[in-house]
């Protein structure tokens, strides 16, 4: 019998957490000093990840402040130098634990996460530093000179590698403002120039005179994406997935979870009575992060396309407020004009798609980023957290 998800949480996160990354380290003769949870990423049905912050004293005496990694989901390549197996004693569940960069899964990272390796690919001086990372998944490494940021470096699975850059290769044909791609390495690494202009989160949080005009602005761009990404392969919607993101969100509130069920419930029952639209080209991750201006009417880049292909421009709409409807919950100081921003855009809207439909997805959306909420020190997290599921349940009352 397989361990449940939330004790595959609580196993990663909890007072056990240390004993098992101390056996992990153990194998090699080290021995570990501190141990902090630093991230979290569960993704449902596919296995939990965490990682670490530690100090340990090696096989030599020398006492090393690290990052390691811990994950309970599926391994394609065993032989990742360092990677320790470990069975837990139920037979329920398989952790792998490695040393960052070592990732089993993202075998461009190391290169990637070394500054030197960086400077002869760019012919340039280059310090690197990470900005996101998913274990197993991806990671956004910053690669910075003495002039200022060269470029970023997205390192995906290799058999990810050709889709995303095919996706570049056609966004920029098209004439749209995505990241020129500069550098490739098939194992999974592909370096891009530094987007222009700053990220929308930043026009939000300042504060915009005409809420309608930039909204304009941002979606205009979806109308620039050219017919032929349709030919793309599809990923799943939010919404395609909401019944996986309410078991998330479950797992992370376990007090909340028949909240949690009922909205992915009552957005499969939205789904079903309303029209999502068209077939039409989509970006597929559709959100302020995503999205750069040089001014709040002009849009400088469009980032993270991996998604890019088929869909329905709802989805895309739905992403876009489902993200910004959380801003407030994570830091509700520095976004004190998104409330009513949101009311305005939500009136737009939905007067150009299904009203039902993109209720239903901006709640899918906002679900889904619940159990991303959980943070590893105190009890902040749960706040932020129980926001975002009273948000999610805002949106389907607006259907």
């Given at each position: 019998m397989a361990m449940s998800e939330f004790d595959q949480v609580e196993l990663l996160t909890g007072a056990g957490a240390r004993d098992l990354i101390a056996h992990a380290l153990g194998t090699e003769g080290s021995d570990l000093i501190e141990c902090a949870v630093h991230a979290l990423h569960h993704r449902p049905g596919a296995g939990v990840s965490a990682g670490y912050t530690i100090t340990v004293r090696t096989p030599g005496g020398a006492t090393e402040e690290q990052y390691i990694c811990a994950t309970t989901g599926r391994i394609s390549n065993p032989s990742t130098p360092g990677r320790v197996r470990l069975e837990?004693?139920?037979?329920?569940?398989?952790?792998?634990?490695?040393?960052?960069?070592?990732?089993?899964?993202?075998?461009?990272?190391?290169?990637?996460?070394?500054?030197?390796?960086?400077?002869?690919?760019?012919?340039?001086?280059?310090?690197?530093?990470?900005?996101s990372y998913r274990p197993t998944r991806r990671c956004v490494v910053k690669v910075e000179g003495r002039a200022g940021t060269l470029a970023f470096l997205k390192v995906v699975r290799p058999?990810?590698?050709?889709?995303?850059?095919?996706?570049?290769?056609?966004?920029?044909?098209?004439g749209l403002p995505v990241p020129r791609i500069t550098h490739t390495d098939d194992r999974g690494l592909v370096a891009l120039t530094a987007a222009p202009g700053r990220p929308m989160a930043h026009y939000l949080s300042a504060g915009v005179d005409d809420d309608a005009a930039t909204l304009d602005a941002v979606v205009g761009m979806l109308d620039l994406l050219?017919?032929?990404?349709?030919?793309?392969?599809?990923?799943?919607?939010?919404?395609?997935?909401?019944?996986?993101?309410?078991h998330a969100a479950a797992t992370a509130l376990p007090s909340e979870a028949e909240r949690a069920r009922g909205v992915a419930a009552e957005v499969v029952r939205m789904m079903q009575s309303s029209d999502p639209g068209p077939v039409v080209p989509t970006h597929g991750d559709f959100y302020e992060a995503n999205i750069f201006l040089s001014s709040p009417t002009e849009v400088s880049a469009l980032l993270d396309v991996d998604a890019v292909g088929p869909g329905h421009?709802?989805?895309?709409?739905?992403?876009?407020?489902?993200?910004?409807?959380?801003?407030?919950?994570?830091?509700?100081?520095?976004?004190?004009?998104?409330?009513?921003?949101?009311?305005?855009?939500?009136?737009?809207?939905?007067?150009?798609?299904?009203?039902?439909?993109?209720?239903?997805?901006a709640a899918a959306v906002t679900l889904s980023l619940v159990a991303g909420a959980k943070k590893t020190q105190g009890e902040a997290w749960r706040q932020d957290a129980l926001e975002r599921l009273a948000q999610a349940e805002h949106w389907l009352t607006l259907g």
């Open positions: 837990h004693p139920s037979g329920e569940v398989t952790v792998h634990v490695w040393r960052h960069p070592h990732d089993p899964e993202l075998p461009a990272l190391p290169a990637a996460c070394d500054s030197d390796t960086i400077s002869r690919l760019l012919e340039v001086p280059a310090s690197v530093s990470i900005v058999k990810l590698f050709p889709d995303l850059v095919r996706r570049h290769e056609i966004l920029t044909a098209a050219p017919d032929s990404v349709t030919s793309l392969p599809k990923h799943p919607s939010w919404s395609e997935r909401v019944d996986y993101y309410g421009r709802v989805d895309d709409l739905a992403c876009l407020l489902g993200h910004v409807s959380v801003l407030p919950c994570l830091a509700p100081t520095s976004y004190p004009e998104v409330p009513h921003t949101l009311v305005l855009w939500w009136e737009y809207l939905a007067a150009q798609v299904d009203r039902t439909a993109l209720a239903a997805r």
